[in-house]
């Protein structure tokens, strides 16, 4: 039995009733000057080098009083201490389920500068883990360097391939398309994920493979997609005559099927307690990462992502950034009762990034129970989705503006460019366009405008922040990546779900499983082919 937790369940907290009876009459942004220079300074709270601007989401000092009493009720920083403490969280009271601590953490706690202060006895394993894979990184990637480990012909590794999928992908590759400007000169990084051959078909015909790494990252070492690409691409290196275990590495739970040094040049290991949307600072996105940027901007991510870290422990609700975005979440999702969030960057970098907030926030979030089994009879995480601005605006904007769907959005903006290489056209850089247009979207959703034209109508209301910062940077992604985990591990420490859990994507592994069964013309295990429905699914698909 584990330690109850502190504080009331959601529903029961006097803030809950609040906050019902303040979002019958929420404040209208709309109201001519409403939004003034001093709310719009005021409502603003800053972290790791990223500030979070809220004036335009329909709070007023009512609101952010009770939300802040609902953090205090839930006790959601405790709740958040206990994880960081050990305390196996990943669970279900009373039910089969994963009895897991949740430690991604760990997998930043290894900065130096940035010391301990709560070095937590029972997470003493998890760090020191981490220090010794990351270690074993470093003595790799120096070897990279120094050419001790280098191709057949002698030659530098210039690629790598990373297969994996679901955490084991999208965490890294939205990282490494965020980080282009920082790559070493002459590494470059590809994915493979999906089981479609046409992937694997597409990286691989681009490769010189003599010249190849190839990191196959699965914690379980038994995923179908990962181990088939995995076939994929070792029969490609034996055709092009090459031996798979000089250029193979693995990124594999301790003990995995995959976890056999034989066959691979390095194996590091991840570990039960970092669920696989939460891999990224942990080997899985380490690894490739490393090859790309070289350790010491590598590096530099992992201490982005460990000040937010530690920023997440502020005691003061509207002073702790990623607590503050999951209170003004939970307003706009069980109070105002919406139920999408469209995460929106104002840079081309991010373009997979809501990729993988909505891995992060929807598998960890879209849950129907509470932690001990019983069904919620509230809303909980949002439908996540977004692309980049301003390609956006040219597409779906206009039902963020003018639909009855009201739909909040999170803008994210850096204040510098990347490459630094821009023009002035009519007395503007593109940098600045591409703020002004962030800065005006924002204002337009909020305030609308009105007209006796209705099609010239914005109900405005539309409830957004905006997350700044100075440059995007391996720094500032490690710290914005923070802020996500802990927004979303706040959200489901509040109305007490399992974020860290994933049953809901088991049934369909299992009904693939056994639809490949009758296409591979065995009779599935536990005489399941009595089951007529898989058959007449295939017969109707023209599969069989
Ligand atoms: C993430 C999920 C899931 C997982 C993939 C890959 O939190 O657990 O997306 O990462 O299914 O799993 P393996 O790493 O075990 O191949």
């Known amino acids: 039995m584990s330690t109850p937790l502190p504080g009331r369940d959601f529903t029961a907290a006097p803030a809950f009733r609040t906050l019902r009876k303040l979002a019958g009459n929420a404040p209208d942004l709309t109201e001519p000057g409403v939004l003034d220079a001093a709310r719009i300074g005021a409502l603003r709270a800053e972290a790791a080098g990223w500030s979070l601007l809220y004036a335009t989401q329909r709070v007023n000092e009512a609101?952010?009083?009770?939300?802040?009493?609902?953090a205090r009720e839930t006790a959601v920083l405790q709740r958040f201490e206990m994880l960081l403490a050990g305390e196996p969280l990943n669970r279900i009271e009373g039910h089969e389920s994963e009895n897991r601590r949740v430690l991604h953490f760990a997998s930043r706690n290894v900065v130096e500068e940035l010391p301990d202060p709560h070095p937590w006895p029972a997470t003493a394993d998890a760090v020191a883990n981490a220090r010794t894979q990351l270690e074993r990184l470093r003595i790799f990637l120096?070897?990279?360097?120094?050419?001790e480990v280098r191709a057949p012909d002698g030659a530098p590794f210039s690629d790598l391939v990373h297969v994996g999928i679901g955490g084991s992908d999208l965490g890294p590759r939205a990282l490494y398309l965020a980080l282009q400007p920082f790559l070493r000169q002459g590494r470059r990084v590809h994915f493979i994920s999906n089981v479609d051959p046409d992937d694997a078909a597409q990286v691989l015909r681009g490769l010189n493979l003599a010249h190849t790494l190839v990191n196959v990252v699965s914690k379980s070492g038994t995923t179908l997609e990962t181990r088939t690409n995995e076939t994929l691409v070792r029969a490609a290196l034996k055709k092009a005559g090459l031996k798979p275990a000089r250029h193979m590495l693995c990124v594999t739970g301790a003990g995995s099927p995959m976890d056999d040094p034989q066959h691979y040049l390095r194996a590091f290991h991840m570990f039960d307690y970092i669920g696989g949307r939460y891999s990224a600072t942990s080997m899985v996105g380490a690894v490739p990462l490393g090859f790309a940027l070289g350790y010491d901007q590598m590096h530099d991510l992992l201490r982005g992502a460990r000040e937010m870290d530690l920023a997440a422990l502020t005691p003061e609700p509207r002073e702790n950034l990623p607590l503050l975005a999951a209170l003004l979440g939970i307003w706009n999702?069980?109070?105002?009762?919406?139920?999408?969030?469209?995460?929106?960057?104002?840079?081309q970098a991010l373009i997979r990034f809501a990729a993988h907030l909505q891995q992060l926030d929807m598998e960890s979030n879209g849950k129907g129970v509470t932690r001990h089994g019983a069904l919620v009879d509230f809303d909980t995480g949002p439908i996540v989705w977004g692309e980049p601005g301003t390609n956006g605006q040219h597409a779906f904007y206009q039902l963020i503006h003018q639909s009855p769907t009201v739909v909040p959005c999170e803008f994210i903006g850096l204040r510098q460019s990347q490459y630094g290489e821009d023009l002035q056209v009519e007395g503007t850089s593109s940098q600045q366009k591409l703020l002004a247009n962030l800065l005006a979207q924002a204002q337009a959703l909020a305030t609308g405008q009105d007209s006796a034209n209705p099609n010239r109508f914005f109900p405005g209301n539309r409830p957004n922040s905006i997350l700044m910062a100075d440059r995007l940077t391996p720094r500032t992604l490690g710290a914005l990546l923070s802020f996500y985990e802990a927004k979303v591990a706040f959200q489901g420490l509040i109305w007490n779900i399992n974020s860290f859990d994933q049953e809901g994507v088991?049934?369909?592994?299992?009904?693939?499983?056994?639809?490949?069964?009758?296409?591979?013309?065995?009779?599935?295990a536990g005489g399941e082919a009595q089951d007529p429905i898989g058959p007449a699914l295939l017969k109707a698909a023209g599969l069989r």
């Open 142 to 147: 120096k070897e990279l360097e120094q050419g």
């Open 506 to 524: 088991q049934l369909g592994k299992v009904l693939a499983t056994r639809l490949l069964a009758h296409m591979a013309g065995k009779a599935p």
């Open 63 to 70: 609101v952010l009083k009770a939300l802040s009493a609902l």
């Open 333 to 347: 999702r069980n109070f105002l009762r919406l139920p999408t969030l469209a995460v929106l960057p104002y840079s």
